[in-house]
């Protein structure tokens, strides 16, 4: 079974506009983090959010927040106010409790158009 | 801080030769390394794990034999791709996690290699 499932391999959005990317994942694990990636075309792997499996409140940082729900074991990531320069791949991505590595979903292609 | 190189971002060799792609952590001391790979459109699938003067830890599938990973010190790791072939062609993406530090993995700017 796969641990990280984004079920979008596409998404279009109008500038100024907010989007959602979904991430479901599946673990047993109590401890677990969730991590939200963004890749453009250089290729380059760019940092943008981070939810922990103990953290009370929805993670946000600037235009990104992280909409987590545990009970649907659900990590949807919010962009408000979309950017030409949102346009990239989107990755979600899990770390369980006691290992150093990352799980990344499929990931979702977001596409900006003025 | 936490800035990850590669180089080189770029190579194209021949196919049966050898090619090195570095990875350094420029600001500070990495304990682990991870080697990534991605195909085209396709996420990043874990190659290995490697780990300062000890042996790399493999992912299932990924042959030790033909992507040689050296951690010589806290700063740098070197996958070198023995006698490569066409189908190595692909997008590899080293990361690093600060020593001491939380898990947090920080990215290298990948290396594109295509093998003719």
């Known amino acids: 079974a796969q641990k990280i499932t984004q079920t979008q391999p596409g998404m279009f959005v109008q500038e100024k506009e907010a989007v959602t990317l979904d991430c479901t994942y599946d673990t047993s694990d109590q401890s677990y983090g969730l991590f939200w990636y963004k890749q453009p075309s250089s290729g380059e792997m760019i940092f943008l959010i981070y939810q922990g499996s103990y953290d009370e409140q929805n993670a946000t940082e600037g235009r990104y927040s992280l909409n987590f729900q545990k009970a649907r074991k659900s990590a949807n990531l919010v962009i408000s106010a979309s950017q030409l320069g949102d346009s990239a791949m989107y990755f979600c991505a899990m770390r369980e409790a006691g290992y150093s590595t990352l799980t990344f979903g499929k990931g979702t292609m977001l596409l900006v158009s003025p | 801080g936490a800035v990850v190189s590669q180089h080189p971002s770029r190579v194209i060799c021949k196919s049966g030769t050898s090619v090195k792609i570095e990875c350094r952590s420029l600001?500070?001391?990495?304990?682990?390394m991870f080697w990534y790979r991605q195909f085209p459109k396709k996420s990043l699938m874990l190659m290995a794990t490697s780990n300062e003067g000890s042996k790399a830890t493999y992912e299932q599938g990924v042959e030790k034999d033909k992507f040689l990973i050296n951690h010589a010190s806290l700063t740098l790791s070197t996958l070198t791709v023995t006698s490569a072939h066409p189908e190595d062609s692909s997008f590899y993406i080293c990361?690093?996690?600060?020593?001491?530090?939380?898990?947090?993995?920080?990215f290298g700017p990948g290396t594109r290699l295509t093998v003719t």
């Open positions: 600001d500070f001391q990495a304990t682990t």
């Open positions: 990361s690093a996690i600060l020593a001491g530090g939380s898990y947090e993995q920080y």
